[in-house]
């Protein structure tokens, strides 16, 4: 519609259309099928039903006109298969669209289904439920494709790259399967990159295609192309339940990534339904961008606040997700998206900048995702640090459990790139981990997705270089990667017992994964040699990466027995800044970390918090995890007093301090 901008979508156009009814879509049961769109200031809406997914003969049914701006017709059987989409005409103009309310569509998504969800669930679904949440919250992010996608993932051809990848148990004598892995790790949730249908990617063609995902088109459909059959819509549904049951059989939660501030494209299928409401537009017409991904969602309309609400409802509900990590969140909260502001001062959080129906809207979601299981959590993609954003909603706040820690990663990249090993200064690194508020739960990570993609490298791939592919065979000796090992162990040691109350972790990075993500496109060829993890080199035991690998298993393992996320802040117990040595405990455990790149000593004096006897229970230097050992892992600490200058009696222990080694100690006695 040329006018689009024109027409006024105010508190008024809202009172008067709001439409709360939760009946929206294609219902289908054995008793019959309605169809229903909410599409106010159309002149006549036609439904269109087709003789088959690819067929393009279809038949014409006029819809009835109803309150507050819907349309319907209902038909008294069950039309489940049925592929459907809808002509709207206004103002003289006719605009097909598929149905955004859809809970199903062919392939590529660009033609409704109808479904009977009780024929969708697999074997025992509605028996499914999610393990127990544990006080620790430990999440591996991964991309559905990507995580089984390589010849060694231990999963059969034909389910490599798909939701039944998860499905599969065991695997062969070299190599377990991507499930078996998991388990073994240790994480409590998985984090699953955008699995509902996107753009830019063909499910018709080649099957090397990827894509991470964030180019929404039908928010309520599984992907295609992670089923074995994209074309039939029913498929893609019950093979997504059947990877969340397996998840769940095996003891992991799981976390879904959506993407309700931006569409794929301006065009998508709500504003063909309503043009103009859904995309933010500023005065002149043109498209606010606040996403840089060409559009924004309008977060504080009536109707998309009861889109996006109703969505992710639907996700926990019918899929069974315990969670959901809501990209973009700075960008909806404010209405300037946050671009060109350097956050901090009082009135950027609490002036006129800040969309008020955008935090309501977020309130609310938190409310019902938590009113449906007190257990489910919620994580806010926030850059701003917006004050209250995991406060409760009773006391102000917008109710999110945790934010992710987005600057922590980009002080590990400061740190690597611009400041020499010599120069690396303790109360920085105890200073930035520390940097949250009481109130704020904190995801804390030293990388993820972002950090993986192709253009930026990832922690490994910053320290190895090139070691990493001709030097990582454990009878090489490389002093590259001797210091690229060490502190890959300890930066996710301390950013992981420091920085939140949560961790995080992208799939492949525990272990070093060489490189980086890059899906094939124009300019690598479209190669697809950078698009899948190689598993191989994990399961090697000649490998380095192997031991990488066990070293972050065995530290997942003491913080889970620990409780050390979940236990809050650490407590600054000495910081010995012109040793680069850095002391803290919380709970039983006592961390040191000597980030000197040379100096060990021996009779090294630590605070400790109680008297008694200590024993070393892990230590970035064992020679399982491609250390030296220089340690006497199995030796006893014994606590003694002494007066201080400041005539205090504090406890301490004298230990062998390795240089550029992370030591935890446990009181034992």
């Known amino acids: 519609m040329k ?34 769109v909410w599409c106010p200031l159309a002149d006549r809406v036609e439904l269109n039903i087709y003789e088959g997914a690819d067929s393009a003969e279809y038949t014409v049914h006029t819809m009835i006109s ?50 009977d969800l009780s024929k969708t669930n697999p074997e025992g679904f509605l028996e499914d439920r ?18 089984s996608y390589d010849e060694n993932s231990g999963v059969p051809e034909e389910y490599r790259g798909k939701y ?21 790790l240790g994480v409590t949730h998985v984090h699953l990159l955008p699995m509902y249908d996107f753009g830019w990617l063909d499910e018709a063609g080649d099957d090397t295609q990827f894509n991470w995902g964030y180019d929404p088109v039908n928010y309520n459909v599984p992907e295609g192309s992670f089923s074995t059959n994209p074309y039939d819509g029913v498929v893609r549904i019950k093979e997504c339940k059947e990877m969340i049951q397996a998840l769940h059989e095996n003891g992991i939660r799981v976390v879904m990534d959506v993407v309700y501030n931006h569409t794929y494209e301006p065009d998508s299928w709500l504003e063909r339904m309503v043009p103009g409401y859904y995309n933010r537009r500023f005065e002149d017409g043109s498209l606010a961008n606040g996403s840089a991904c060409g559009s924004d969602v309008a977060v504080g309309r009536a109707m998309v606040d009861n889109y996006i609400a109703d969505s992710v409802m639907y996700w926990a509900k019918e899929y069974h997700f315990d969670g959901f990590r809501f990209d973009g969140v700075t960008s909806m909260l404010y209405h300037h998206h946050g671009i060109g502001v350097e956050f901090g001062k009082q009135e950027d959080y609490f002036g006129d900048g800040v969309n008020d129906a955008a935090v309501t809207y977020l309130q609310l979601a938190n409310t019902l995702i938590h009113q449906l299981n007190e257990e489910n959590i919620t994580i806010a993609e926030d850059v701003s640090g917006m004050p209250g954003i995991c406060a409760p909603i009773e006391d102000g706040g917008i109710g999110f459990d945790y934010r992710l820690g987005m600057g922590l990663p980009d002080f590990w990249i400061k740190m690597l790139k611009e400041v020499p090993d010599e120069k690396w200064n303790v109360w920085d690194i105890w200073n930035v981990l520390s940097n949250r508020g009481n109130d704020t739960g904190t995801i804390a990570y030293c990388e993820s997705h972002d950090q993986a993609m192709q253009g930026d490298q990832t922690i490994a791939f910053r320290l190895l270089q090139t070691a990493m592919y001709d030097a990582m065979h454990t009878e090489s000796q490389n002093l590259m990667v001797d210091r690229g090992m060490a502190l890959h162990k300890m930066i996710r040691l301390v950013t992981a017992s420091m920085g939140g109350q949560g961790y995080l972790n992208f799939m492949g990075n525990e272990f070093g994964h060489p490189e980086w993500i890059d899906f094939p496109r124009v300019g ?31 530290m ?59 024993r070393i229970i892990l230590s970035t230097d ?24 400041d005539g205090v009696v504090r406890r301490y222990l004298k230990i062998y301090n390795v240089a550029r080694t992370a030591t935890i100690y446990k009181k034992v006695e």
């Open 556 to 614: 997942l393992k003491v913080l889970r027995k620990y409780r050390q996320l979940s236990l809050g802040y650490a407590w600054n117990l000495a910081m010995f800044d012109g040793d680069q040595v850095m002391v803290y405990n919380k709970g039983p455990l006592v961390y040191v970390f000597n980030w000197n790149p040379s100096r060990s000593v021996p009779d090294y004096m630590i605070p400790v918090p109680e008297a008694g006897k200590y």
């Open 66 to 115: 109803g309150e507050k701006g819907t349309w319907s017709l209902a038909f008294a059987e069950s039309m489940h298969g049925t592929y459907y989409d809808y002509t709207v005409y206004r103002a003289g103009e006719a605009t097909k669209t598929a149905d955004p309310y859809a809970f199903s569509c062919g392939v590529n998504g660009v033609r409704s289904m109808v479904v």
């Open 3 to 36: 006018t689009e901008h024109l027409i006024i979508y105010n508190k008024e156009f809202d009172a008067k259309f709001r439409y709360d009814g939760k009946d929206l879509g294609a219902i289908c049961t054995m008793e019959g099928t309605i169809f229903k």
């Open 524 to 554: 690598n060829n479209w190669s697809y040699d950078h698009a899948r993890r190689q598993w191989s080199l994990v399961d090697d035991k000649n490998l380095r990466y192997h031991a990488l690998g066990e070293f972050d298993k065995a």
């Open 164 to 184: 039944k990848a998860f499905t599969v148990k065991g695997g062969n004598d070299q190599y377990p399967t991507c499930m078996e892995y998991l388990k073994k």
């Open 130 to 147: 999610a393990p127990a949440k544990e006080n620790e919250t430990i999440i591996y992010e991964l991309h559905i494709k990507d995580f």
């Open 622 to 645: 064992e020679e399982r995890f491609g250390g030296f050992e220089r340690n006497e892992l199995g030796g006893e600490f014994f606590s003694f007093s002494r007066k201080d200058a």
